[in-house]
């Protein structure tokens, strides 16, 4: 049982972003699952870990993209994802600090809306300017 699911209402028309959103969702379903079957303070310092990496090496692909393709939303762009990096850093905080039983559920439904309301809100509007690019090739 999944809590989100790809779907084409996601896609930015770059593979390897599409790629790169459905880690995320595999991230957030791995929480999902592990809180569903009770296992989810075991398993959320490590699905922090995971979430801190992908999100250095996606914002890190996107960031690189928009810059070689001159997008004009880079700087408001970048600003977001350095909002959702120290959201991240401050739940890393928290669940390293002992607030560790509400901590998944805030951490979940937190990264479902943030995918969602990122990529239709703003993925989207780069969709165009880097659509058909070889990204860090």
């Not at 599409?18 to 999902?32: M, R």
């Not at 997008?71 to 905080?93: F, I, M, N, P």
Request: net charge negative; hydrophobic share 40%; proline share 0%.
């Amino acid at each position: 049982m999944s809590l989100m699911e790809w779907s084409d209402n996601l896609s930015v028309g770059v593979d390897q972003f599409d790629d790169e959103h459905k880690k995320l969702i595999n991230i957030i379903n791995e929480l999902f699952e592990s809180m569903r079957t009770g296992r989810a303070q075991d398993a959320l310092g490590s699905i922090l870990n995971q979430l801190v990496d992908y999100t250095k090496t996606h914002f890190a692909n996107e960031e690189r993209a928009m810059q070689e393709a001159g997008y004009s939303g880079y700087e408001a762009h970048k600003a977001k994802h350095d909002a959702l990096t120290q959201r991240v850093a401050e739940v890393q905080k928290k669940y390293q600090s002992g607030a560790k039983a509400i901590l998944t559920i805030e951490v979940m439904n937190f990264l479902k809306s943030w995918l969602v309301e990122h990529i239709q809100g703003e993925d989207k509007k780069y969709a165009s300017a880097l659509s058909g690019t070889q990204v860090g090739a």
